[in-house]
Nanobody
Framework: VQLQASGGGLAQAGGSLRLSCAASGHTSNNYAMGWFRQAPGKDREFVAV????????YYGDSVKGRFTISKDNAKDTMWLQMDSLKPEDTATYYC???????????????????WGQGTQVTVSS
């Protein structure tokens, strides 16, 4: 499985950005795709994940109500719409892919076995 992430960049506080991640080279329908982020000197943080089969979405507390994750199964592509951005959203964002991720592990980065290249999001105040 390969993940190709794109998007990100620079935005002002209160602005919006959109990230996308496309998966290729897999055959399973039982997977979850999402985003984690990591700021310098901090641990990797769960942002949002969506299940391929059910469409259920899960969000980290810090982004609930501001970020929206969506998907297109036909294209094996997932998007993260980030609105009302804050300077504390500044981080490198990583696309993640995991097969058979159980609910109790949905926000655990160790449940995901494929990672895309990071894409930088910078929010200025």
């Amino acid at each position: 499985v390969q993940l190709q992430a794109s998007g990100g960049g620079l935005a002002q506080a209160g602005g919006s950005l959109r990230l996308s991640c496309a998966a290729s080279g897999h055959t399973s329908n039982n997977y979850a795709m999402g985003w984690f982020r990591q700021a310098p000197g901090k641990d990797r943080e769960f942002v949002a994940v969506i299940r391929r089969s059910s469409g259920y979405a899960y969000y980290g507390d810090s982004v609930k109500g501001r970020f929206t994750i969506s998907k297109d199964n036909a294209k094996d592509t997932m998007w993260l719409q980030m609105d009302s951005l804050k300077p504390e959203d500044t981080a490198t964002y990583y696309c993640a892919y995991g097969r058979g991720v159980i609910l109790s592990s949905i926000s655990n980065s160790r449940a995901y076995d494929r990672w895309g290249q990071g894409t930088q999001v910078t929010v200025s105040s």
